[in-house]
Structures are given as structure tokens and as C-alpha cells.
């Protein structure tokens, strides 16, 4: 990694572990010198920029993320092993009781041709609380995800919101040739919001995913891990009271993969009921419901 | 009025963005207008009008499939059907206005002895046909390219069905012949009137057919429940 | 020298160090590591010496400020405090005691 690169990531880091910008400039300053004076590699003298950044959050104080908590919704299935592995980042507060039910599944059934695809499936989500959706490919995560959006019909079953709803798909979703912040203006119009406001809205949610969407650059040009993002500001944007985010990560790098957790908890702590499919269980210790879609039949065998 | 506004902008900002396409289409229908222009002045008329209309279908056909992803975010959003299909026919129809009026100059120079103001209404009936065409087929054909060789197919029957016969009056574009006999040939004024009642009747059919086409693909499902 | 021992001893008294160097003159971080590294107690990486100076100067036992040296680019120029200057004294008292004891033990192996 050259200086540039492991400086700009160190900035990174330190935003992510919430010490103040000011200090967090002069701290990577500072660093820049010594490199410039010694001539070394960054990596040989400070060691990887996560690593520094933690020793350096440490020693000003900046206080310790907090554990994970976990437990299983009663109507929902159990996954596996909600361990306590250890939450990068500080925005993350103790939290209030639960609120009031914002999203109510009741015995969403759907078959694709005769394949019985979701069976009976609950899911009870309040404000304040972040329900996950596991499940193997083919399980039927985002199906259930468009039928809670409403997008598709279920066989059977009832989805209730109280309040209003943001989606956020797991591809497409954005207009190939508009910018940005065309993009903040046209889901703003939506949600009543004068253009100006739903731009700076716009561009304050991308901020907290490191990302600055003020450039005149067309959808279609962003990188994959960019128009995700794009993807998920939008959905966002308006404050929607329940949010089904579908795998919106994908092809985020790991400190954006991390920004976007540090946004989910600052959203729960604001009272938003969330629901978010992934198929990585190292998450499931930071959530508040794991609803596994895996048939039980697979889990048995 | 401001969602229908903001979608109207937003949509003639992505059309004007695609830049090959728009191209293309543009001198289209001068292709069409030289290919008739030595020996036959009067279907040159026929044809660049034709062009028009086909070009702007095309554009409303890209257009209508370009937006089927983002659609329904947009409704949960707040946006309800006809404000999202009633925008993007304003953009469609501003970019067939800003299409047809060079034409136009160019007919108004180039040619005489016709009726000017005939052919002002027949390319004003073939761009208000041509958008609601171009985006009712976005909704039944699942891809571009199908949609393209229906507009291909149509376009063609246009050019060789004898037009006084029944069939070819379900075809779009059939008034652009009757009104274009009256501007041309200066026949009686029954060309126009069934051109202009054709015409007329083709834009609120396609319309409409949009307008329930979005209907049903935006509708709010009995399953979801806002409380 | 045992590296992972080295780096426990200096765990210890590496600010003590620094507080030291601080004493005898103000200075900036990359000159602290070559002075740390010409006493003869091994090089010390920015990513050791760092956080030992943003602790020092969270309790206030040193301060910093940014400014251009002599020749080249500005740099962040430490100095120790009062209370800087009496918790080094108050402790090298008590790190005298503590390794003179540990010298007098370790003494009688060498001399057996």
C-alpha cells in the first residue's frame, strides 16, 4: 500500500471509530510527517491502518464499542451460533425498550410453480429493532422481502405496516442515466420533499457511507459497491418508518461494509423498524430477530 | 402536479442523455424524407411523418422498459401510477414537439403547393399517438427487442397496406395517410375529418391502455396493509 | 534481545522515556523514535510511539503544537508540562527504587 492509500484509509478508520475529525486530522498529519521524515513504509512503521486506528482511538478515549445483543423472536426460527463477536465502531448506544409493532407478517405462503417456497412465515418487527433474514440461496429471502413490499402477491397470508415503507432491492432500482442527486430529487418528489431538502437529505445519508454523490457522474458509471449505496439512500430517504433492506452490501469493501452497520444501529436507535436479508451469519450477534428461511427439513438432515 | 412535473423532468433529462439513440432517431426520419425526395415530393411528406412516429414509438419504448425497475419504489415512495405514466408521456411529447418542428421548417421550405397547416396536425396527431404506442408496448412485450420488432412490423405495414382498406385503419398511423392525401393531393375535407377523428381516438385508446397497464402492474396488493 | 520481552519492558516505561526526552528539550515525534532508538533500547515504530503521545497529552502531562521546523514541513512539536515534569520526577524516584531492586537480584546470577 502506498502513503496516499493507507493515510486515506486511516482517515477512514478513525471516522469510523467516531474520534473527532479534527483530532482524526491532525492524528494522520502527523503520520504523513513521520512517513515523509523516516522514508518507511506506512505498514512497517504503523502496522495496518485498522490496527493503528484502534490503538490510536484508544489512547484518546474514544470508548469501546459495545457487545452485540441477541435473542430469537419467539415466532421466528433460531439460526445457529449468535456468538458475541465484537461490533467495529462507537455510534453504536445502549438502546430504550423496543417500540411499538411497525411490521406485522402473518402466514406469508408462496409456491413458484408447485416448489413450496415460503410456508407459514411470521415476523413481528418493532420500532427499534432489526430483524435479519437468513436463509440458503433459493430460500426465499427476497421473495419474502418483495411480498412484505408489496411488489408480489403470496399465496396466502397478511403483511401490516404501520407507518410508511422504503425498499431497498438487491440490484437495479436506479435510473441508469440520471446523477445522483437527480435520483434524491425524484424519490423526494414522492415523499412530498422540496428539492433542496431531499438533495441535502440525500447527500447527508451518503455521507455516513462515506460517500460524497455530489459529482455529475450518470448511474450507470458509478462502481457496483457506489450504485448500492445509491441504492440504499434512496431507500432511506423521507425517513420511512420500516426499511427492507435486500443484501444492499454487495459489493461494498469492508470499511463501507462497516459504515453500513454503523447506519443500521444509528436508524434503529432513531426508531426505525428494519429488516435486512444476508447470508452472513457473523451479523446475526447484532440484530434483534433472526428469521431463518432455510426449509426445516435441509436443517434436520 | 409537482410528481408529474418532477417525473417529466427527470424522464427528458434521461432520454436527452442518451445521446446515440437520440441521434439515430433524429436523422431517421430525414433518411426517410431524401429517400422519396427526387421522384416523389408528396411521400416524402408521408414518410418523414411516418419517421416521426416511429422514432418517437422507439424512444417511448426504451424509455417504458428503462423505468420498469425503479417503478415500483417509486410507488412505494408515494407515487401513484398516473403520476409516474402521465410524466413520462409529457417528456415523450416534449421530445416529439422538439423532433417534429425542424421537420416542419424543412417542409415548409423545401416543399410547396401543400397544405402547411395539415401537416402541422398530422406530425402534432403522430407525436401524440406515438408516445402512449411506444409505452403501452413497453408494458406487454417483455423486452426491448421484441418491442422493436413489433414497431419494425408495424411501421412496414404501414408503408405497403393499401389504405382504404378496413384492416389498415387499426394500424396507428393510418390517419397520417388520410390527412397527409388532404395536405397533399388537396382532396376534400372527409380525409381530413377521418384522419383527425383516427388520430384522436388512437391517442385516448393508447392512453387509457397505458393508464391501466400501470394500473395494474403498480397496484396496491390486498395482502399489504397500511395502518 | 528477546523481542516479545523487549516489548513488555517498554510497555512499562516507554512514556517515562519520552517524558524524559520531552524534558531536555521539546520535540516531534520521528526525532523521539531516533533518540529512543540511539539510547540503545531498539527502534520504536510510529505505531508504538503515537498512541503513547496522544495518551500523554489526553492527561495533560504534555502538550503539542503545530509548526514549521527550522528547514522543512510543519510538524507537531511536543513539550512537557508542570505536571508533566513532576510526574516524571515523582517516578523516576519510585523506577530507581524498583530497578535497583530488580538489579540487585539479577546481579548475583551474572556474578556466580
Known amino acids: 500500500m502506498n502513503h496516499d492509500g493507507w493515510l486515506h484509509a486511516l482517515t477512514g478508520e478513525l471516522h469510523r471509530r467516531g474520534l473527532d475529525p479534527n483530532l482524526s486530522r491532525h492524528v494522520v498529519a502527523e503520520a504523513a510527517a513521520h512517513l515523509r521524515d523516516s522514508g518507511e513504509a506506512p505498514l512497517r512503521v504503523f502496522g495496518p491502518p485498522e490496527t493503528y486506528a484502534a490503538a490510536v482511538a484508544e489512547s484518546v478515549g474514544v470508548p469501546r464499542p459495545q457487545t ?11 439460526a445457529g ?39 407459514g412465515v411470521d415476523l ?21 422481502l418483495r411480498i412484505c413490499a408489496g411488489l408480489i402477491s403470496p399465496d396466502r397470508g397478511q403483511v401490516r405496516v404501520h407507518g410508511s415503507l422504503g425498499y431497498c432491492p438487491q440490484s437495479g432500482g436506479t435510473n441508469d442515466y440520471l446523477y445522483p442527486d437527480e435520483h434524491f430529487v425524484l424519490v423526494g418528489a414522492g415523499r412530498g420533499l422540496p428539492r433542496a431538502t431531499a438533495r441535502a437529505a440525500g447527500r447527508e445519508h451518503a ?95 | 402536479m409537482t410528481k408529474i412535473l418532477t417525473v417529466a423532468e427527470l424522464a427528458l433529462r434521461e432520454i436527452l442523455r442518451r445521446r ?16 422519396r425526395r427526387e421522384d416523389h415530393l408528396g411521400q416524402s411528406i408521408r414518410f418523414v411523418c411516418l419517421g416521426i412516429g416511429w422514432a418517437l414509438s422507439t424512444a417511448a419504448l426504451f424509455a417504458g422498459s428503462a423505468a420498469r425497475g425503479i417503478e415500483p419504489r417509486l410507488r412505494l415512495s408515494g407515487y401513484r401510477p398516473h403520476h409516474l405514466h402521465l410524466g413520462r408521456l409529457v417528456a415523450l411529447w416534449t421530445v416529439g414537439v422538439g423532433l417534429s418542428v425542424p421537420y416542419f421548417a424543412l417542409i415548409r421550405f423545401d416543399q410547396h403547393d401543400v397544405r402547411y397547416g395539415a401537416i402541422a396536425l398530422i406530425m402534432m396527431l403522430t407525436v401524440a399517438v406515438a408516445a402512449p404506442f411506444g409505452l403501452a408496448l413497453s408494458a406487454v412485450v417483455p ?23 378496413a384492416a389498415s385503419r387499426l394500424l396507428p398511423f393510418w390517419f397520417s395517410r388520410e390527412i397527409g392525401t388532404y395536405a397533399i393531393d388537396h382532396t376534400d375535407g372527409g ?28 397496484r396496491q396488493r390486498s395482502h399489504l396493509k397500511f395502518m | 534481545m528477546d523481542q516479545e520481552r523487549r516489548g513488555q519492558w517498554l510497555r512499562g516505561v516507554l512514556d517515562l522515556c519520552v517524558l524524559a526526552l520531552l524534558h531536555r528539550r521539546e520535540s516531534y515525534g520521528y526525532e523521539l523514535a531516533q533518540s529512543l532508538d540511539a539510547t540503545g533500547i531498539g527502534p520504536i515504530q510510529g505505531g508504538t510511539l503515537y498512541p503513547v503521545l496522544l495518551r500523554l497529552q489526553r492527561t495533560g502531562l504534555v502538550t503539542a503544537q503545530w509548526r514549521e521546523g527550522a528547514s522543512g514541513p510543519a510538524r507537531k512539536y511536543y513539550q512537557i508540562t508542570p505536571a ?8 523516576t524516584v519510585d523506577w530507581d527504587a524498583f530497578a535497583s531492586g530488580v538489579g540487585t537480584i539479577l546481579r548475583e546470577v551474572q556474578t556466580r
Open chain 2, 191 to 218: 380525409y381530413l375529418t377521418r384522419g383527425l377523428m383516427h388520430g384522436i381516438v388512437l391517442t385516448l385508446a393508447l392512453t387509457a391502455l397505458v393508464a391501466v397497464a400501470s394500473g395494474i402492474r403498480l
Open chain 2, 20 to 35: 446515440s439513440v437520440l441521434v439515430i432517431l433524429t436523422l431517421l426520419p430525414l433518411a426517410f424524407y431524401f429517400s
Open chain 1, 207 to 301: 455521507a455516513a457511507l462515506d460517500w460524497d454523490p455530489s459529482g455529475r457522474t450518470q448511474a450507470r458509471h458509478l462502481s457496483g459497491g457506489t450504485r448500492q449505496k445509491l441504492n440504499l439512500v434512496m431507500a432511506a430517504l423521507g425517513e420511512p418508518d420500516v426499511l427492507l433492506l435486500d443484501e444492499p452490501y454487495q459489493g461494498f469493501d469492508r470499511g463501507t461494509y462497516l459504515d453500513f452497520w454503523q447506519q443500521l444501529w444509528r436508524w434503529r436507535s432513531a426508531g426505525k423498524a428494519i429488516v435486512v436479508v444476508t447470508h452472513l451469519l457473523n451479523q446475526l450477534d447484532r440484530v434483534d430477530t433472526v428469521l431463518d428461511l432455510t426449509p426445516t427439513r435441509e436443517v434436520s438432515a
Open chain 1, 124 to 144: 413481528t418487527v418493532r420500532a427499534g429493532e432489526i430483524a435479519a433474514v437468513v436463509g440458503a440461496n433459493g430460500a426465499g429471502k427476497s421473495t419474502f
Open chain 3, 84 to 91: 508533566g515534569s513532576e510526574t516524571l520526577r515523582r517516578t
Open chain 1, 68 to 78: 452485540g445483543r441477541a435473542w430469537p423472536d419467539a415466532s421466528a426460527g433460531v
Open chain 1, 81 to 119: 451460533s449468535a456468538g458475541t463477536g465484537r461490533a467495529a465502531g462507537s455510534a453504536r448506544t445502549v438502546r430504550s425498550s423496543p417500540g411499538p409493532i411497525r411490521l406485522d407478517v402473518r402466514g406469508i405462503s408462496k409456491r413458484y410453480r408447485r416448489r413450496p417456497v415460503l410456508s
Open chain 2, 143 to 165: 423486452r426491448e427487442l421484441e418491442g422493436t420488432l413489433v414497431l419494425l412490423t408495424v411501421v412496414g405495414l404501414q408503408m405497403i397496406m393499401d389504405p382504404a382498406g
